[in-house]
């Protein structure tokens, strides 16, 4: 009878404590399918981020990660194969980082959050310079923007720094981790409209994997248990009354910090439950790798503890149609402002847009018609996470100076998807706000 329970118990009951419920598993599947048709098809250069993503799942397609390793190796190794002393001197070659070019801290690692993910792992002096590189962007990254008080970068890749670093059980200076304490502290993460989950949540990643190593001496350790407390409690107190933490896009990088101190109670299942809901609403490469390390009960740090067993090579990519536009259309007031100095004016365009019902606010900006003698324009670059705004009506938007387009409904609220992901409905007002963050 207890025989028959435990069996029946284990058939229910995920692997992983902190893994989807079974009754799930087909749902998590057909997603980590759809992340590998994403990162089949896209035609940009492989993604670090992606592969993490890639390796944490359940099933793969080995060749395919196997291709996807090398072109990753092929571009980083190019750019961080070698010495930083030889970067300072230059005397040939293009594709090389210089040490005066913008640190690369989030890419970098990720980078080496996936090397060390790798089955067979990759020979260790691969590893060496990109190391060394990181250890230098984390400096760099700080340093070069002491007086304004933030890194270069962002709270967010600076922390991917440190983790991936204290993953690779790399030593990083105290003061390097003093200046993350002392972010936290101060509640000093936030990302555009106070939502500053997602960095919260890699800052404390960072903070529970450095916790751990041998080399950081009790005092530094029980401010580092702290911080990690804190952060949870603020996670919870975030959670809404649906259990997203956040919203869909952070709720994995939260729940990663569940998994990561194994606490994965009440509030993680709520969380866990309210994700599978939004399965639908992943449309990135790079938002749905983050989803598939919590719905596999992963974190970044369980990478460290990654041990090459039989790995499953059972997975299929799926390819999504794009979603038929029409019959009918939609109209759409696209407004865009520019309240920073700088500005010509503060309103560069105001006009109502038509376009076939479910177009994205890409095509609508693509059939935005002239206004006066001026022609509606606008750039973007892409990212893993899909197009990102650069320059709207010739106004670029200075990362240095920390601004960028920011996209917003017609009660100011910012949306929660990029321009090729977003979907506005008749008769909504779309913003387009040069913003600071
Ligand atoms: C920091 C950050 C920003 C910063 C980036 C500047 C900087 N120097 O770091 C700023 C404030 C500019 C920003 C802007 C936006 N962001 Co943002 N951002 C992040 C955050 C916290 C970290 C990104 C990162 O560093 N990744 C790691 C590095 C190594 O990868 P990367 O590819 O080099 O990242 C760069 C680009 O991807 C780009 N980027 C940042 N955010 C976004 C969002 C979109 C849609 C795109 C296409 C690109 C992009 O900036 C990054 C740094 O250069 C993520 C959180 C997360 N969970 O990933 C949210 C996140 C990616 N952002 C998000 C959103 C919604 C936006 C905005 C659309 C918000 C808005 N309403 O305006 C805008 C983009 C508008 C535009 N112009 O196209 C969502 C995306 C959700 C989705 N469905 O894809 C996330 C997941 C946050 C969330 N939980 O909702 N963001
Ligand atoms: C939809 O709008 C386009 C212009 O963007 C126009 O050419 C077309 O006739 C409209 N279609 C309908 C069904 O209104
Ligand atoms: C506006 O765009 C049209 C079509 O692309 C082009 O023919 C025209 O020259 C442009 N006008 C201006 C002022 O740039």
Redesign the pocket.
């Known amino acids: 009878m207890w025989l028959l329970l435990a069996l029946l118990q284990a058939a229910v009951l995920p692997a992983r404590p902190c893994e989807a419920p079974a009754e799930a598993a087909l749902a998590v599947r057909a997603f980590a399918a759809r992340l590998l048709g994403l990162a089949m098809e896209s035609g940009q250069d492989a993604?670090p981020?992606i592969y993490v993503g890639l390796r944490l799942g359940n099933e793969h397609d080995l060749s395919m990660e196997q291709r996807y390793l090398q072109n990753l190796q092929d571009t980083f190794q190019g750019l961080y194969g070698r010495s930083l002393h030889a970067a300072s001197h230059p005397s040939h070659g293009h594709q090389h980082r210089d040490t005066d070019s913008v640190p690369?801290?989030?890419?970098l690692?990720?980078y080496l959050l996936g090397l060390r993910a790798t089955c067979p792992p990759p020979d260790p002096t691969t590893q060496r310079f990109p190391v060394t590189w990181l250890k230098y962007y984390l400096e760099k990254d700080w340093a070069g923007s002491r007086h304004h008080g933030h890194p270069l970068?962002?709270y967010?890749?600076y922390s991917?720094g440190v983790l991936a670093l204290c993953v690779h059980h790399k030593r990083v200076r105290e003061e390097v981790i003093q200046r993350l304490l002392v972010a936290e502290q101060h509640r000093r993460f936030r990302?555009?409209?106070g939502?500053a989950?997602?960095?919260e949540a890699v800052a404390a990643l960072a903070f529970a994997c450095l916790e751990k190593e041998k080399h950081i001496g009790a005092r530094l350790a029980a401010e580092l248990q702290a911080a990690v407390h804190r952060t949870k409690a603020r996670l919870v107190e975030a959670q809404r009354a649906d259990g997203l933490i956040?919203?869909?896009?952070?709720t994995p990088?939260a729940m990663q910090v569940f998994i990561a101190t194994n606490t994965c109670r009440t509030a993680y299942g709520r969380a866990m439950a309210a994700l599978l809901r939004h399965l639908d609403?992943?449309?990135?490469a790079?938002?749905m790798a983050?989803a598939v390390l919590a719905l596999n009960g992963r974190s970044y740090l369980s990478i460290a503890s990654m041990q090459c067993q039989e790995e499953l090579g059972t997975l299929t990519p799926i390819f999504l149609e794009p979603m038929p536009l029409g019959p009918h259309n939609v109209t759409v007031r696209l407004v865009v402002e520019c309240p920073v100095l700088g500005c010509p004016q503060q309103l560069l365009y105001d006009s109502l847009v038509s376009a076939p019902a479910g177009a994205s606010l890409l095509d609508l900006l693509r059939a935005a018609p002239p206004q006066g003698s001026k022609n509606f324009t606008f750039e973007?670059q892409d990212?893993?996470?899909?197009?990102?705004?650069?320059s709207v009506q010739g106004m670029a938007?200075r990362?240095k100076e920390?601004h960028?387009?920011?996209?917003?409904s017609r009660l100011g609220t910012?949306?929660?998807?990029?321009?090729?992901?977003y979907r506005p409905k008749d008769g909504n007002t779309v913003i387009l706000r040069l913003?600071e963050?």
């Open positions: 993604d981020g690369e801290t989030g890419r690692a990720l970068t962002s967010y890749q991917l990302h555009v409209d939502n989950v997602d960095t956040g919203n869909a896009f952070s990088l609403s992943f449309t990135s790079a938002t983050q973007t990212t893993t996470y899909g197009p990102f705004l650069t938007a990362p920390r960028y387009w920011q996209l917003l910012s949306l929660h998807m990029g321009v090729a992901d913003s963050w």
